[in-house]
């Protein structure tokens, strides 16, 4: 069921740092997004696209996305929370092309307590194309900014 929130009150980012365009669908377990390349994204190089790199950051707010809308369902705030690392991250391109239309899916794999596992794919939206996949350790602490505070 597509999210009936915005993704600004979704995430926890907020203007030109919010790199995904458009909630696509998500459901126990699972969430999708997508991304529109364009001359405007914030970091497409002229001529190639945007960086595969970038693909990471793609998948980490399709995670977020997933937590916000389980935030909005439970009727608690939206957290920060921290992308531990990306496993295995593998791109079948250097560049996502001017004016393709990216679909990002996240899957929980495995969750304990604020920790957890998401294996995510960027995909072509028209033709299921995989272009990257990875698996994505999130962690979510209870009080983000105490969390910060005490490690700073």
């Given at each position: 069921?597509?999210?009936a929130?915005?993704?600004e009150?979704l995430l926890?980012?907020?203007g030109?740092?919010?790199?995904?365009?458009?909630?696509?669908?998500?459901?126990?377990?699972?969430?999708t997004?997508?991304?529109r390349?364009?001359?405007?994204?914030?970091f497409?190089?002229s001529?190639?696209?945007v960086p595969a790199?970038v693909?990471i950051?793609y998948m980490?707010?399709?995670?977020?996305l997933?937590a916000?809308?389980?935030?909005?369902?439970?009727?608690t705030?939206i957290?920060?929370?921290?992308l531990?690392?990306?496993?295995r991250?593998?791109?079948v391109t250097?560049?996502f092309?001017l004016?393709?239309?990216l679909?990002?899916?996240?899957?929980?794999?495995?969750?304990?307590?604020?920790m957890?596992?998401f294996d995510?794919q960027i995909?072509?939206?028209?033709?299921?194309?995989?272009l990257?996949?990875?698996?994505?350790n999130v962690?979510c602490?209870e009080d983000?900014?105490a969390?910060m505070?005490?490690?700073?």
């Open positions: 069921m597509k999210p929130h915005t993704l009150e926890p980012h907020s030109p740092m919010i790199l995904i365009d458009e909630a696509l669908d998500a459901g126990e377990g699972w969430v997004a997508a991304v390349v364009g001359e405007d994204s914030l497409y190089q001529g190639l696209g790199w693909g950051e980490a707010q399709t995670v977020a997933y916000g809308i389980c935030a909005k369902r439970a009727g705030d957290r920060l929370a921290f531990l690392g990306a496993r991250y593998q791109a250097t560049y092309p004016g393709s239309l679909k990002i899916s996240g899957h929980e794999e495995w969750r304990d307590g604020n957890a596992v995510c995909c072509y939206h028209e033709n299921d194309q995989q990257a996949e990875a698996r994505l962690f602490p983000p900014i969390f505070r005490e490690r700073a």
